[in-house]
C-alpha cells in the first residue's frame, strides 16, 4: 500500500519545508545581490506569481492524477516515452542533492562555531579553511547521514514528523531576526537598494537577471525537479490544489523576501558590498558583518540554525523523489532505496568538498539547465497534450473552474513556456561563460 501524509497541515508544511530550504536563505541573498537588489527582487516576483504558481499548479496536479513518482507519473500521463522527462527529475534532484550536502555541512559548521565566534575576525580565512578538505567531507557525511536517516523512516512517522517542528521554527526565527536587523544603522539604504526598484536596470541588465531570477523562482519553489509531483501523489482526491499550491508559494515567498530582510540590512550597516559574488557571500561577507553589529555571534547563531534547519527540510525532499522512484519503479524498500541513493549521492558530491568551484559546476547545471528543461517538456505535455485530463484534475476538490480555467491552461500553454525557453537558452549560454572560464582555469590553472 502507497504511503500518504497523516494530515493536509503535514503535506503543506513538507511542501513548504522543501521550498523552504538552502534556495531561501543560501541562494537567494547572493542571488538578489548580484542581481542589484530591487531589481532582481521585482522579476523574481514575477517569475514566482506569472510563472511559478501555474508552473507548481502543474505538478501538483500530475502527482495527484498518477499517485506515482516523476518517472511513472510522466510514463502514465504521457505515454512511454514521457519516462525519460522524469528521469531528468530525477537526475535534477540527484546532482542538487549531492552538493547541497557539503553546502549545507558548511552551515552546521557555522551554527557550532557561533558559539565560540571562530569566524568573526577573520571570515575569508575561516571559510576557506573549512569549504574543503577533511572538515567539509566529516560534515558532508553528518549532514547525509541526518537526511537518509530521517527519509528512511517513511512519510509519515520521518518526513511529515520533521517538518512540523522545523518549518515553524524557520518562520519564527526569520521574522525575529528581519525585526532585529529593521533597528541596525544601515537599514534604511538597505531598504532601498532592497525594495525600491530601478527599471532602468532591469532594462539594461535583463539577460543576466533573467536566468538567475527564473532559476532562483523555481529551484526555492522546489518546481522541475519533481518534489512536488512526489509530495502530491501521497495526498488524497478531494484536496483543493489551489489553495494548498497557494499556500505553499506565499509561505515560501515570504520566507525569501524576510531572509534579504535579514541579509541586506546586515551588510549595510557595515558597509559591506551586497554584489559580493559567490557561493560564499554568506559565510564571508555576512559573517565578516556580524563581528561588528551588536549581539553579532548570537544573531549568527540563530541565522545559521535556522539554515541547518532549512537546509534538513529541503534535503529530505529531494533524495525522497530519487527514493519514491526506486521503490514505485524498482520494487525496492524504502531503507534500502533510501541507503542507495544517499550513498551515491554522497560519492557525487565528493568533489566538492576538494573545491568549491564544483558548486558552480553543480548548481548552474541544476538550476539553469536542468530543472528549467525538465519544466518546458512537462508544461508541453500538460497544457498541449493533456490540457483536459490536468484541468479535470486541478478542479477535483475545487470544483468548476469555467474561465479560470482556461486562463490557467493558456497561462502555461504560451507566457510560461515562451518565458522557460528564453530562460534555458540564456542559462546554456551562463554554462558555456562559466566552463570556458572558472572551470577551465581551474582544470588547467
Given at each position: 500500500m502507497r504511503e500518504s501524509w497523516g494530515t493536509r497541515v503535514g503535506f503543506v508544511l513538507a511542501a513548504v519545508g522543501s521550498a523552504v530550504g538552502l534556495g531561501n536563505v543560501w541562494r537567494f541573498p547572493f542571488q538578489a545581490g548580484q542581481g542589484g537588489g530591487a531589481a532582481f527582487l521585482v522579476v523574481y516576483l514575477a517569475f514566482v506569481l506569472l510563472i511559478g504558481f501555474p508552473a507548481m499548479l502543474v505538478e501538483l496536479s500530475l502527482g495527484r492524477r498518477t499517485n506515482l513518482s516523476p518517472v511513472g507519473a510522466l510514463r502514465e500521463f504521457g505515454g512511454d516515452a514521457w519516462r525519460y522527462v522524469g528521469g531528468v527529475f530525477v537526475l535534477t534532484v540527484f546532482v542538487i542533492v549531492s552538493y547541497y550536502s557539503v553546502v549545507a555541512g558548511w552551515v552546521l559548521r557555522y551554527f557550532v562555531d557561533s558559539f565560540s565566534g571562530a569566524y568573526l575576525s577573520e571570515p575569508a580565512e575561516h571559510f576557506a579553511e573549512i569549504a574543503t578538505g577533511l572538515d567539509a567531507l566529516l560534515l558532508h557525511t553528518l549532514f547525509m547521514a541526518a537526511v537518509v536517516g530521517i527519509v528512511a523512516l517513511g512519510v509519515r512517522g520521518g518526513i511529515e514528523a520533521a517538518v512540523k517542528v522545523m518549518v515553524p521554527a524557520i518562520v519564527v526565527v526569520v521574522v525575529a531576526l528581519a525585526v532585529y536587523a529593521g533597528t541596525?544603522?544601515?537599514?534604511?539604504?538597505?531598504?532601498?537598494?532592497?525594495?525600491?526598484?530601478?527599471?532602468?536596470?532591469?532594462?539594461?541588465?535583463?539577460?543576466?537577471?533573467?536566468?538567475?531570477?527564473?532559476?532562483?523562482?523555481?529551484?526555492?519553489?522546489?518546481?522541475?525537479?519533481?518534489?512536488?509531483?512526489?509530495?502530491?501523489?501521497?495526498?488524497?482526491?478531494?484536496?483543493?490544489?489551489?489553495?494548498?499550491?497557494?499556500?505553499?508559494?506565499?509561505?515560501?515567498?515570504?520566507?525569501?523576501?524576510?531572509?534579504?530582510?535579514?541579509?541586506?540590512?546586515?551588510?549595510?550597516s557595515v558597509g559591506i558590498d551586497p554584489a559580493e559574488p559567490g557561493p560564499g557571500a554568506i559565510f564571508i561577507t555576512l559573517a565578516g558583518a556580524l563581528s561588528d553589529i551588536p549581539l553579532g555571534a548570537a544573531v549568527g547563531a540563530l541565522f545559521f540554525g535556522t539554515v541547518s534547519l532549512a537546509a534538513l527540510s529541503s534535503a529530505i525532499s529531494l533524495l525522497e523523489v530519487a527514493v519514491s522512484h526506486l521503490i514505485d519503479e524498482r520494487g525496492a524498500s524504502r531503507k534500502r532505496a533510501t541507503l542507495v541513493v544517499g550513498a551515491a549521492a554522497y560519492v557525487v558530491g565528493l568533489p566538492v568538498t576538494y573545491d568549491i568551484v564544483f558548486v558552480n559546476l553543480y548548481d548552474i547545471l541544476a538550476a539553469q539547465i536542468l530543472l528549467v528543461a525538465g519544466s518546458v517538456l512537462l508544461m508541453v505535455l500538460v497544457a498541449w497534450l493533456n490540457p483536459k485530463e490536468a484541468l479535470g484534475e486541478l478542479e477535483n476538490g475545487v470544483g468548476q473552474l469555467g474561465t479560470l480555467g482556461d486562463a490557467w491552461i493558456w497561462l502555461v500553454r504560451v507566457p510560461v513556456l515562451v518565458v522557460l525557453v528564453v530562460t534555458l537558452y540564456l542559462g546554456v549560454t551562463d554554462y558555456v561563460g562559466f566552463l570556458r572560464t572558472d572551470f577551465a582555469e581551474f582544470l588547467f590553472g
Amino acid at each position: 500500500m502507497r504511503e500518504s501524509w497523516g494530515t493536509r497541515v503535514g503535506f503543506v508544511l513538507a511542501a513548504v519545508g522543501s521550498a523552504v530550504g538552502l534556495g531561501n536563505v543560501w541562494r537567494f541573498p547572493f542571488q538578489a545581490g548580484q542581481g542589484g537588489g530591487a531589481a532582481f527582487l521585482v522579476v523574481y516576483l514575477a517569475f514566482v506569481l506569472l510563472i511559478g504558481f501555474p508552473a507548481m499548479l502543474v505538478e501538483l496536479s500530475l502527482g495527484r492524477r498518477t499517485n506515482l513518482s516523476p518517472v511513472g507519473a510522466l510514463r502514465e500521463f504521457g505515454g512511454d516515452a514521457w519516462r525519460y522527462v522524469g528521469g531528468v527529475f530525477v537526475l535534477t534532484v540527484f546532482v542538487i542533492v549531492s552538493y547541497y550536502s557539503v553546502v549545507a555541512g558548511w552551515v552546521l559548521r557555522y551554527f557550532v562555531d557561533s558559539f565560540s565566534g571562530a569566524y568573526l575576525s577573520e571570515p575569508a580565512e575561516h571559510f576557506a579553511e573549512i569549504a574543503t578538505g577533511l572538515d567539509a567531507l566529516l560534515l558532508h557525511t553528518l549532514f547525509m547521514a541526518a537526511v537518509v536517516g530521517i527519509v528512511a523512516l517513511g512519510v509519515r512517522g520521518g518526513i511529515e514528523a520533521a517538518v512540523k517542528v522545523m518549518v515553524p521554527a524557520i518562520v519564527v526565527v526569520v521574522v525575529a531576526l528581519a525585526v532585529y536587523a529593521g533597528t541596525l544603522e544601515g537599514a534604511g539604504a538597505a531598504y532601498a537598494y532592497y525594495l525600491s526598484p530601478d527599471f532602468g536596470t532591469v532594462a539594461d541588465n535583463w539577460r543576466s537577471i533573467l536566468p538567475k531570477a527564473a532559476g532562483q523562482a523555481f529551484f526555492t519553489l522546489s518546481l522541475g525537479m519533481g518534489v512536488m509531483v512526489t509530495y502530491s501523489s501521497y495526498i488524497s482526491e478531494d484536496r483543493n490544489l489551489l489553495e494548498d499550491g497557494g499556500g505553499i508559494v506565499a509561505l515560501d515567498t515570504f520566507i525569501a523576501f524576510a531572509t534579504g530582510l535579514v541579509v541586506f540590512p546586515i551588510l549595510f550597516s557595515v558597509g559591506i558590498d551586497p554584489a559580493e559574488p559567490g557561493p560564499g557571500a554568506i559565510f564571508i561577507t555576512l559573517a565578516g558583518a556580524l563581528s561588528d553589529i551588536p549581539l553579532g555571534a548570537a544573531v549568527g547563531a540563530l541565522f545559521f540554525g535556522t539554515v541547518s534547519l532549512a537546509a534538513l527540510s529541503s534535503a529530505i525532499s529531494l533524495l525522497e523523489v530519487a527514493v519514491s522512484h526506486l521503490i514505485d519503479e524498482r520494487g525496492a524498500s524504502r531503507k534500502r532505496a533510501t541507503l542507495v541513493v544517499g550513498a551515491a549521492a554522497y560519492v557525487v558530491g565528493l568533489p566538492v568538498t576538494y573545491d568549491i568551484v564544483f558548486v558552480n559546476l553543480y548548481d548552474i547545471l541544476a538550476a539553469q539547465i536542468l530543472l528549467v528543461a525538465g519544466s518546458v517538456l512537462l508544461m508541453v505535455l500538460v497544457a498541449w497534450l493533456n490540457p483536459k485530463e490536468a484541468l479535470g484534475e486541478l478542479e477535483n476538490g475545487v470544483g468548476q473552474l469555467g474561465t479560470l480555467g482556461d486562463a490557467w491552461i493558456w497561462l502555461v500553454r504560451v507566457p510560461v513556456l515562451v518565458v522557460l525557453v528564453v530562460t534555458l537558452y540564456l542559462g546554456v549560454t551562463d554554462y558555456v561563460g562559466f566552463l570556458r572560464t572558472d572551470f577551465a582555469e581551474f582544470l588547467f590553472g
